[in-house]
T-cell receptor, first 112, second 111 residues
Framework: SAVISQKPSRDICQRGTSLTIQCQVD?????MFWYRQQPGQSLTLIAT?????????ESGFVIDKFPISRPNLTFSTLTVSNMSPEDSSIYLC?????????FGPGTRLTVL | GEDVEQSLFLSVREGDSSVINCTYT??????LYWYKQEPGAGLQLLTY?????DMKQDQRLTVLLNKKDKHLSLRIADTQTGDSAIYFC???????????FGIGTKLQVIP
């Protein structure tokens, strides 16, 4: 299995500011994924991050709003830029190891 | 297209069996997963089934897959109050590894 940690676990931010979320995995993985879970909703994939290349964004998500870094095989960051209250969500990092898909504990973001 | 559907709510009595159902639309799914999310907590992978399997059993959990009908179910035997949570069905496509989630079924266990 994979152990995934995220920082911060939660934050309250003012609109117009940016927050960078860190994801650390205890093993090397090719792909890391960033998901969003809005209140009372299911999970939606934001983007897929490969080490050494630009992230691939899903429909409705853009790099300017959610820039992602993937400097090595165990770490990634997601930045939520120019935040608005609509960005209040849980943001989850995920990795696939063989048949299984694991998720981090999530970062609970509240934008005022 | 990718679409995973689940009923929103299920209520069972403690000790009974729970059956949570899920339908998906993409027959090219390779893996199908069940996740548990307790209030304020992250996603816990409960079990998964490969698309060429019909059934998988793991202690109190039984997963049944009807590939013809694109129907997946999770049966929890002897349901306990600690099983109260939201259960997400999810599918993954081989190669790309994108996982698509259902809306989640809230399981309420009545003591």
């Amino acid at each position: 299995s994979a152990v995934i940690s995220q920082k911060p676990s939660r934050d309250i931010c003012q609109r117009g500011t940016s927050l960078t979320i860190q994801c650390q995995v205890d093993s090397q993985v090719t792909m890391m994924f960033w998901y969003r879970q809005q209140p009372g909703q299911s999970l939606t994939l934001i983007a897929t991050a490969n080490q050494g290349s630009e992230a691939t964004y899903e429909s409705g998500f853009v790099i300017d709003k959610f820039p992602i870094s993937r400097p090595n095989l165990t770490f990634s960051t997601l930045t939520v830029s120019n935040m608005s209250p609509e960005d209040s969500s849980i943001y989850l990092c995920s990795v696939a190891l063989e048949n299984e898909q694991f998720f981090g504990p999530g970062t609970r973001l509240t934008v005022l | 297209g990718e679409d995973v559907e689940q009923s929103l709510f299920l209520s069972v009595r403690e000790g009974d069996s729970s059956v949570i159902n899920c339908t998906y639309t993409d027959s090219s799914s390779t893996y199908l997963y069940w996740y548990k999310q307790e209030p304020g907590a992250g996603l816990q992978l409960l079990t998964y089934i490969f698309s060429n399997m019909d059934m998988k059993q793991d202690q109190r959990l039984t997963v049944l897959l009807n590939k013809k009908d694109k129907h997946l179910s999770l049966r929890i035997a002897d349901t306990q109050t600690g099983d109260s949570a939201i259960y997400f069905c999810a599918e993954r496509f081989g190669g790309y590894q994108k996982v698509t989630f259902g809306i989640g079924t809230k399981l309420q266990v009545i003591p």
